[in-house]
């Protein structure tokens, strides 16, 4: 079955090749054929997926030798390391309507993880709560909603996908709690109550490209859009005591199931597919999928395994919710835009953490925004200097480079025991690269000009670091040249 081609998309993130393995010169192909004909068997397809590898393969080579998966409850096909001659010899068989790549998608993330990142942080231990999972209500309407998630895994233990309040997991669910490394059926319960991993194990740049063995995320990833998904209420939850309250999902009182399909290389287009074939018949009534291709890769639906995977799970009554991407706001970088796809977005966030900059003198106040845990004097009396002011004498240091604080540009001298103004771009070395630098330096903090639009707070952590935008930098460029001794102060975080 072939379904409309309405456009082309043009999405977001790294888009590889499949690996090789097995013969020189082979891939994994995936080989779409439509929807699963009436009144057939899972069993009967597979063995019509094997018979028709076979008509293509050199006598004594085996189809399940080349086979990586199958794809048999919401749609037919499969996945093979093929040769080109030989995945050219199937695009011509009755019944296949494309035959592409295998593609590696990527996760859909931003700074998250940056604000996110484990680090032992010395703080006063009164402001760190233990955050205690709250019931969720048994009469909810939506405690039998299933959804299912296409992602990097799972974190079982997290207080997020706690049982507490839940009753039986709804008998239409057909799925299972796959066992793996460091992973237990124990680990599924009344709210998390599947979880599939899809373990490739080709060799992809001499690299082994493997889901890990194990439904557990090794990302993070996974865990933290399941739980913003349907996570259940966590009360006393905060980062190190800024933004406590209750963290839970959009649909707390929903199931979770995770079809792990993502590993540290990326997510396979082919593992992608097994995932949504896999949810449709294990009986999840949403899927939602955060990853997605690139902005340099635009197949046609016929061969972008989301498109495919999503259009059959809609026909079969599941809804699907995708990411949008995160390569915007230019233009043309909205991902996953297939018409029978819900596709998510967001222009701003509600929540910031304020980490404002105070002016000697008249105490006037500029607005920044960071995380940070420093232990700065309160009173304005720190020296603020700009970053092409401390430019070092060395020949590769420019006073565009110097004011952009790039590693190497600036005079460790000029710069100790002050704060540093420093512009930022896209372009430019990380953030956190530029803040290790000037630490390392022996100044004491940082400002950051930064104009692209903040997703989530970055966490500077124990170094003082705020960031502002171009119209507040100029008000402390105004500062700095009408005064011979600049000094300011900069507040630890607060949110808002």
Not at 357 to 367: D, E, F, I, Q, T
């Amino acid at each position: 079955m072939w379904f409309p081609l309405c456009f082309v998309v043009v999405v977001a993130l790294l888009v590889a090749p499949g690996g090789c393995q097995g013969d020189k010169g082979s891939q994994v192909y995936v080989v779409y054929m439509g929807a699963v004909p009436p009144r057939t068997s899972p069993d009967f397809l597979r063995q019509s997926h094997l018979r028709l590898v076979g008509t293509i393969l050199k006598r004594g080579k085996l189809a399940q030798s080349v086979v990586v998966q199958q794809y048999k409850h919401g749609f037919s096909g499969f996945a093979a390391r093929l040769s080109k001659d030989e995945a050219a010899a199937l695009r011509h068989k009755p019944g296949v309507v494309s035959v592409f790549a295998d593609p590696v998608y990527q996760l859909h993330t931003t700074r998250s993880w940056d604000f996110l990142q484990q680090t032992d942080v010395k703080i006063d231990s009164a402001k760190r709560r233990s955050p205690r999972p709250t019931a969720a209500s048994t009469s909810a309407p939506t405690t039998d909603t299933i959804i299912g998630l296409l992602d990097s895994g799972i974190w079982p233990e997290s207080p997020s996908f706690d049982d507490a309040g839940f009753g039986p997991v709804p008998s239409k669910w057909k799925g299972v709690c796959m066992a793996g490394d460091d992973f237990n059926t124990s680990n599924c319960n009344k709210k998390l109550i599947g979880a599939r991993y899809y373990d490739l194990g080709e060799v992809d740049g001499g690299r082994t490209r493997s889901s890990g063995g194990s439904p557990r995320d090794a990302a993070g990833h996974g865990t933290h859009t399941s739980s913003t998904a349907a996570g259940n209420a966590v009360t006393g939850a905060s980062y190190y005591g800024l933004a406590q309250g209750t963290a839970k999902g959009g649909s707390a009182a929903s199931r979770v199931a995770m079809y792990r399909v993502c590993s540290d290389e990326g997510c396979a287009g082919s593992a992608i597919l097994a995932g949504f074939d896999d949810a449709i018949g294990d009986g999840v009534d949403v899927i939602s999928v955060s990853l997605g291709a690139s902005p340099y890769f635009s197949p046609d639906f016929s061969e972008d395994p989301i498109a495919i995977g999503s259009f059959h799970a809609v026909a079969k009554g599941v809804m699907v919710v995708c990411s949008a991407g995160n390569a915007g706001p230019e233009a043309s970088t909205v991902v996953n835009a297939a018409p029978w796809i819900m596709t998510v977005a967001a222009t701003t966030i509600d929540r910031d953490f304020e980490s404002d900059v105070v002016l000697g003198g008249n105490s006037s106040a500029v607005k920044g925004g960071a995380i940070n845990f420093s232990n700065l004097d309160k009173s304005p009396k720190y020296p603020l200097i700009a970053g092409a002011s401390a430019k070092s004498s060395s020949a590769s240091s420019t006073s565009d480079s110097a004011s952009h604080c790039e590693p190497g540009t600036l005079d460790a001298g000029k710069i100790k025991g002050k704060i540093v103004l420093c512009n930022h771009s896209q372009s430019d070395t990380s953030k956190m690269v530029k803040a290790d630098e000037l630490q390392s330096a022996g100044a004491v903090g940082c400002i950051l000009v930064n104009d692209f639009g903040r997703a989530v707070t970055t966490a500077y952590l124990d170094f003082p670091v705020t960031e502002v935008t171009s119209a507040a930098a100029a008000d402390l460029h105004k500062y700095i040249a009408s005064t011979r001794y600049a000094r300011i102060c900069m507040h630890r975080p607060s949110s808002n």
